[in-house]
């Protein structure tokens, strides 16, 4: 009943904030200077007439307002507007394009996941010792290399170099992609390896410190099943919490990688829309964007009580 | 990256002292490979030397992939406008008349025009070319796609190549004719380019607002037919195998374009010998593309000036001193050195030699020998800023992070301007707003100058100077002078080349004088060919002619 309650409750919080980010994304285009009508002409002579029908084609001759109602009654049909620069629906160039993006944030999530739990749970475990020094030097070092100086290093080391990997594009079939993706996906994980490995060195070493496991242990419990059972699963809802914050991280972050790889993504498309103007493929984005983090995170809420008893039975268990 | 073709970067044309118009391709330096050579050293100018055709292929080849700086954005030939756009449509979709590497004219899909009066050019459309759909092309198909550069729906971006027709009308089988409200000899001119393109008028009818796009592609007659768009990453053209012209029937069998918008990205593609070509290569990359071993990299034909647009007149530019006196101030061989790694001649019209087609000799000495120098000379400038009295007076250089020449060509201008005692301001807007300096004038509010490489699609110079009529458009200063109006219209209404070519040569000279726009330098056209492939004329008509068929494997 509870369980029902707060899931409604979470769609109605959903919606109002989906409201909010659509009428914000919208008129925020009316604070930037330029005229899209100037920039479609691109420095060429137009006719007169032709000024005016380009103007009505694109709706831009309507008060504000009424082109975010337009705009909104279009999104709730699957209609997104139409493109300025490509001349095309936003949803054929955002569906033509959203498949780079996600493989890549795919992959590159799932390399955070395992580098990152693996090399905080064992920097946990060994706390003070060497590993665990390295370990965190390791991701400090990692921590200071921004995603286009790691592109940089990775197309020369492993591309121009070494030629084990292409240098641009993502490739045609399933695992031509998923070869294409490689370099571009660790560029894209590096930053956030190192906020998943804190993350899941000092929430474990919390848990370590906790009193149920040092009974756990002296009741003689194998290591490994008191590190399983009691740590990790204990030590995962700060993981997942930051984790819904990497959805957005990553989604955003993408723009520099995709341009270094000359991947046609999201990231790249929305960089060069804010550029040129287009701003139904850029508010079309950044909803997109807006979306994905809130329905990630609300998802991770309605999880967590089930990974963590605790938090669903109140703070009484801490 | 960016641009629009006015703000496109590093185009210009190296051109030799001794290179006359009229015997242009017998200069040019027929070099068939042309061997990476070391790196040249920083001290000294660059050695390189223009080709007009590299080696002929040995053989056809099944592929080669080509890299773009940037994704065509509309591949209808009313919008295509830009680098990015012709060059990939030049291959694919033809026009009336074909404009060739050096810069002539021959027929195309018209085998022949006629002019029988000043207001009246009639084109026989050629029998036997099929579109890519396998129909045939028609006189309705020419009147259809001619039509739609006056339809203010379009609202094309060639509309002022049409700006003096009033009708296009089919008057025979395979006869279209087209009637002028005045003599206008640019319009025949401007058939060679994307304002003369055929498509099928039933695509166009078919595809309505997708036409053109990723989705709705092309159908024309060029010897590739676009085969696949992959939006915001390539494009493949496949071999028409029913193409109408032996001559340029496609020796490879697919060509992939990649757009890549990161410079680095691009250089890297081809030094690792992952791409087998490209045009317009970053001038700091040749040398390492020379060097690289994976290929070589080619100069050809251009036609576009780098300058400076004086873009108010009411402040201090106005006056025509203070034009000189900043001209007189910049070091533009420094300039070009810096911004073009020295690629290029410091030049003093806003025209190339290249495009002089058809002059008389008289008319080109007329118009290059013995312009105004204004040679590197601060104290003659200085002088004139205090005849002018505007020293301590400020001027507004626009510039956008478009690459090195663009920083190096602004900040060499407020050099220029703060050493002549004048209050120099570098005002750094994004891509797109540098873009609209040149469609919006309020966009141009406030700002004195900004630079352009303005390049020319018809063989005319023209082109370039009837831009500077009063109230033209792109006369972005509103510059005005009687005499130069009226030398350019009546040149316009001349159909012999020759002889109007003696009357632009009169209007070249005022301009130079007066300055509307301050001339910097010209460059070559750069391309690069890996080791696997051959057969491309080097030259900026890769805009409007097929150059991806000629190329096969080395």
Redesign the interface.
């Given at each position: 009943m509870t369980a029902v309650r707060r899931i409604a409750g979470k769609l109605g919080g959903l919606l109002l904030t989906l409201f909010l980010a659509s009428v914000l994304v919208f008129f925020s285009r009316f604070l930037v200077?330029?005229?899209p009508v100037?920039?479609?002409?691109?420095?060429?002579?137009?006719?007169a007439?032709?000024?005016?029908?380009?103007t009505a084609?694109y709706g831009l001759d309507l008060p504000p307002w009424q082109q975010y109602l337009t705009w909104v009654g279009g999104l709730l049909h699957g209609d997104l507007g139409r493109s300025l620069?490509?001349?095309?629906d936003v949803t054929?160039?955002l569906g033509?394009?959203l498949p780079v993006t996600l493989g890549l944030v795919v992959m590159a999530g799932t390399m955070i996941a395992i580098v990152g739990l693996t090399a905080g749970a064992l920097a946990a475990l060994s706390r003070g010792r060497v590993a665990d020094r390295s370990i965190l030097i390791g991701l400090t070092v990692l921590g200071a290399v921004p995603s286009f100086v790691g592109s940089?290093v990775l197309?020369?080391v492993f591309?121009?170099q070494l030629?084990w990997f292409?240098?641009?594009?993502?490739g045609d079939g399933f695992w031509d992609t998923l070869y294409h993706l490689v370099l571009p996906s660790i560029a894209l994980a590096i930053v956030f390896v190192v906020l998943v490995g804190k993350v899941t060195r000092s929430s474990m070493i919390d848990q370590l410190d906790r009193e149920h496991v040092e009974v756990a242990i002296s009741r003689g419990i194998r290591r490994g099943t008191v590190v399983r059972r009691h740590v990790f699963r204990n030590a995962v809802g700060p993981i997942l919490t930051v984790s819904g914050m990497l959805v957005a991280g990553l989604l955003v972050s993408s723009s520099i990688v995709e341009?270094?790889?000359?991947?046609?993504?999201i990231g790249?498309?929305l960089v060069?829309s804010v550029?040129?103007?287009d701003f139904p493929v850029v508010q079309a984005i950044v909803l997109l964007v807006v979306t994905a983090f809130v329905l990630v995170n609300a998802v991770i809420d309605v999880l967590e009580p089930w990974i963590d008893p605790r938090s669903a039975a109140g703070a009484g268990a801490r | 990256m960016i641009p629009?073709?006015?703000?496109a970067r590093r185009s210009a044309v190296h051109r030799p002292a001794a290179l006359a118009a009229a015997g242009l391709v017998g200069v040019l330096v027929l070099s068939a490979c042309s061997p990476g050579e070391a790196e040249p050293d920083a001290t000294t100018a660059p050695e390189w030397e223009l080709t007009a055709q590299t080696a002929a292929p040995s053989g056809d080849i099944d592929s080669f992939t080509w890299v773009s700086y940037s994704e065509p954005?509309?591949l209808?030939y009313a919008?295509a406008?830009?680098y990015a756009d012709n060059q990939v449509l030049a291959n694919v979709c033809e026009s009336l008349l074909r404009l060739n590497p050096d810069y002539t004219l021959s027929p195309g899909l018209a085998e022949s025009f006629e002019h029988p009066s000043p207001e009246t050019w009639v084109y026989t459309i050629r029998e036997g070319v099929t579109f890519h759909d396998g129909t045939p092309l028609t006189a309705a198909d020419v009147v259809t796609s001619m039509s739609r550069h006056l339809d203010?729906?379009?609202?094309?971006?060639?509309?002022?190549a049409y700006?003096n027709v009033a009708a296009i009308e089919q008057t025979g089988d395979r006869q279209v004719t087209v009637t002028m409200t005045r003599p206008d000899s640019q319009f025949n001119l401007a058939m060679g380019g994307s304002a003369g393109v055929v498509e099928s008028a039933a695509t166009l009818a078919q595809k309505g607002?997708?036409y053109?796009?990723?989705?709705g592609l092309v159908n024309c007659t060029g010897p590739f037919e676009l085969t696949a768009w992959?939006?915001?990453?390539?494009v493949t053209l496949t071999r028409y195998d029913d193409y109408w012209d032996e001559a340029l029937r496609a020796r490879a069998g697919e060509v992939e374009v990649?757009?890549?918008?990161?410079p680095?990205?691009r250089v890297?593609?081809l030094?690792?010998g992952?791409v087998d070509g490209g045009w317009m290569l970053p001038p700091d990359a040749i040398a390492q593309l020379q060097g690289s071993g994976k290929g070589d990299v080619y100069f050809g034909l251009n036609t576009a000036v780098g300058s400076l647009i004086v873009s108010d007149l009411e402040g201090p530019l106005g006056d025509e001193r203070v034009r000189e006196a900043l001209l007189l101030a910049m070091d533009r061989q420094g300039i070009l050195d810096a911004a073009a790694q020295g690629y290029g001649e410091v030049t003093n019209a806003l025209t190339t030699e290249s495009v002089w087609v058809g002059a008389s000799e008289a008319a080109l000495d007329d118009a290059f020998d013995g312009l105004e120098e204004y040679p590197y000379d601060l104290e003659a400038a200085k002088k004139l800023i205090d005849d002018a009295g505007v020293a301590g007076e400020e001027i507004v250089i626009a510039t956008a992070p478009l690459g090195n020449d663009f920083a190096v060509i602004s900040q060499g201008a407020a050099a220029a301007a703060q050493a002549i005692g004048l209050k120099a301001t570098i005002q750094t807007v994004?891509?797109?707003?540098y873009?609209?300096l040149?469609?919006?004038p309020?966009?141009r509010d406030g700002v004195d100058l900004f630079y352009t490489s303005w390049y020319l699609s018809s063989p005319d110079p023209l082109e370039m100077y009837g831009v500077l009529r009063t109230g033209?458009?792109?006369n972005y200063g509103g510059w005005s002078d009687p005499d130069f109006d009226a030398l350019v219209d009546e040149a316009v209404a001349i159909d012999d080349p020759a002889q109007r070519s003696g009357i632009t040569a009169q209007a070249q000279r005022i301009a130079n004088e007066q300055l509307p726009w301050l001339p910097l330098f010209e460059g070559p056209t750069t391309v690069f060919l890996s080791d696997r492939v051959t057969g491309v004329a080097p030259s900026v008509a890769f805009l409007y002619y097929p150059w991806a068929a000629t190329i096969g494997s080395r």
């Amino acid at each position: 009943m509870t369980a029902v309650r707060r899931i409604a409750g979470k769609l109605g919080g959903l919606l109002l904030t989906l409201f909010l980010a659509s009428v914000l994304v919208f008129f925020s285009r009316f604070l930037v200077p330029g005229d899209p009508v100037a920039f479609l002409l691109r420095g060429r002579k137009p006719s007169a007439e032709a000024v005016a029908q380009i103007t009505a084609q694109y709706g831009l001759d309507l008060p504000p307002w009424q082109q975010y109602l337009t705009w909104v009654g279009g999104l709730l049909h699957g209609d997104l507007g139409r493109s300025l620069q490509y001349r095309q629906d936003v949803t054929v160039v955002l569906g033509e394009r959203l498949p780079v993006t996600l493989g890549l944030v795919v992959m590159a999530g799932t390399m955070i996941a395992i580098v990152g739990l693996t090399a905080g749970a064992l920097a946990a475990l060994s706390r003070g010792r060497v590993a665990d020094r390295s370990i965190l030097i390791g991701l400090t070092v990692l921590g200071a290399v921004p995603s286009f100086v790691g592109s940089i290093v990775l197309i020369a080391v492993f591309a121009v170099q070494l030629g084990w990997f292409p240098s641009f594009g993502s490739g045609d079939g399933f695992w031509d992609t998923l070869y294409h993706l490689v370099l571009p996906s660790i560029a894209l994980a590096i930053v956030f390896v190192v906020l998943v490995g804190k993350v899941t060195r000092s929430s474990m070493i919390d848990q370590l410190d906790r009193e149920h496991v040092e009974v756990a242990i002296s009741r003689g419990i194998r290591r490994g099943t008191v590190v399983r059972r009691h740590v990790f699963r204990n030590a995962v809802g700060p993981i997942l919490t930051v984790s819904g914050m990497l959805v957005a991280g990553l989604l955003v972050s993408s723009s520099i990688v995709e341009a270094a790889f000359g991947l046609a993504g999201i990231g790249s498309l929305l960089v060069q829309s804010v550029d040129r103007l287009d701003f139904p493929v850029v508010q079309a984005i950044v909803l997109l964007v807006v979306t994905a983090f809130v329905l990630v995170n609300a998802v991770i809420d309605v999880l967590e009580p089930w990974i963590d008893p605790r938090s669903a039975a109140g703070a009484g268990a801490r | 990256m960016i641009p629009t073709r006015r703000t496109a970067r590093r185009s210009a044309v190296h051109r030799p002292a001794a290179l006359a118009a009229a015997g242009l391709v017998g200069v040019l330096v027929l070099s068939a490979c042309s061997p990476g050579e070391a790196e040249p050293d920083a001290t000294t100018a660059p050695e390189w030397e223009l080709t007009a055709q590299t080696a002929a292929p040995s053989g056809d080849i099944d592929s080669f992939t080509w890299v773009s700086y940037s994704e065509p954005y509309s591949l209808d030939y009313a919008y295509a406008f830009d680098y990015a756009d012709n060059q990939v449509l030049a291959n694919v979709c033809e026009s009336l008349l074909r404009l060739n590497p050096d810069y002539t004219l021959s027929p195309g899909l018209a085998e022949s025009f006629e002019h029988p009066s000043p207001e009246t050019w009639v084109y026989t459309i050629r029998e036997g070319v099929t579109f890519h759909d396998g129909t045939p092309l028609t006189a309705a198909d020419v009147v259809t796609s001619m039509s739609r550069h006056l339809d203010p729906e379009v609202g094309s971006s060639w509309y002022s190549a049409y700006q003096n027709v009033a009708a296009i009308e089919q008057t025979g089988d395979r006869q279209v004719t087209v009637t002028m409200t005045r003599p206008d000899s640019q319009f025949n001119l401007a058939m060679g380019g994307s304002a003369g393109v055929v498509e099928s008028a039933a695509t166009l009818a078919q595809k309505g607002a997708d036409y053109g796009n990723s989705t709705g592609l092309v159908n024309c007659t060029g010897p590739f037919e676009l085969t696949a768009w992959k939006s915001g990453e390539s494009v493949t053209l496949t071999r028409y195998d029913d193409y109408w012209d032996e001559a340029l029937r496609a020796r490879a069998g697919e060509v992939e374009v990649l757009f890549m918008t990161d410079p680095n990205a691009r250089v890297n593609a081809l030094k690792s010998g992952e791409v087998d070509g490209g045009w317009m290569l970053p001038p700091d990359a040749i040398a390492q593309l020379q060097g690289s071993g994976k290929g070589d990299v080619y100069f050809g034909l251009n036609t576009a000036v780098g300058s400076l647009i004086v873009s108010d007149l009411e402040g201090p530019l106005g006056d025509e001193r203070v034009r000189e006196a900043l001209l007189l101030a910049m070091d533009r061989q420094g300039i070009l050195d810096a911004a073009a790694q020295g690629y290029g001649e410091v030049t003093n019209a806003l025209t190339t030699e290249s495009v002089w087609v058809g002059a008389s000799e008289a008319a080109l000495d007329d118009a290059f020998d013995g312009l105004e120098e204004y040679p590197y000379d601060l104290e003659a400038a200085k002088k004139l800023i205090d005849d002018a009295g505007v020293a301590g007076e400020e001027i507004v250089i626009a510039t956008a992070p478009l690459g090195n020449d663009f920083a190096v060509i602004s900040q060499g201008a407020a050099a220029a301007a703060q050493a002549i005692g004048l209050k120099a301001t570098i005002q750094t807007v994004s891509p797109s707003a540098y873009t609209a300096l040149f469609s919006d004038p309020a966009a141009r509010d406030g700002v004195d100058l900004f630079y352009t490489s303005w390049y020319l699609s018809s063989p005319d110079p023209l082109e370039m100077y009837g831009v500077l009529r009063t109230g033209e458009f792109s006369n972005y200063g509103g510059w005005s002078d009687p005499d130069f109006d009226a030398l350019v219209d009546e040149a316009v209404a001349i159909d012999d080349p020759a002889q109007r070519s003696g009357i632009t040569a009169q209007a070249q000279r005022i301009a130079n004088e007066q300055l509307p726009w301050l001339p910097l330098f010209e460059g070559p056209t750069t391309v690069f060919l890996s080791d696997r492939v051959t057969g491309v004329a080097p030259s900026v008509a890769f805009l409007y002619y097929p150059w991806a068929a000629t190329i096969g494997s080395r």
